[in-house]
């Protein structure tokens, strides 16, 4: 029997929050709440957020994804090394997502993706993503885990 959108999250901690120095908090905000009224556990750090908060914050909520948000363009310098940070901390099984307005520039969306899950995260998504398509990519992410594979197929 499948589960619900709820019952896969039930359980799940998130750490969300927008790294670097950007200080676009708006649409973090707005995810947060769509996350938490899908049943997850949310850990915000706000606007202004150094990579290693989010890490830390992950230890200590024992978190089972991290959620980065970045819309001032410099996501891909403020971004590398994340993985290795996590994996450092101990945490290197732990779901990552990145969104927003990643790099600067003009740039096809498939290159930008590609950047970032070379640099180990899960998923990237682009300007504009629905909370609703956040949602169903998380549960099936953790769906997928539960069976045994790192990510759901796309």
Known sequence: MALTATEHAAGKTLVTGVIGADTHIVGNRILSLALE???FKVVSLGAITPAEDFVKAAIETAADAILVSSLYGQGELDCRGFRELCIEAGLEGILLYVGGNLVVGKHSWEM????FLDMGFDRAFPPGIRTDDVIGMLNADFEARAEGRRIAES
Request: no cysteine; proline share 0%; charged share 45%.
């Open 37 to 39: 009224d899908a049943g």
């Open 112 to 115: 930008v993706e590609k950047i």
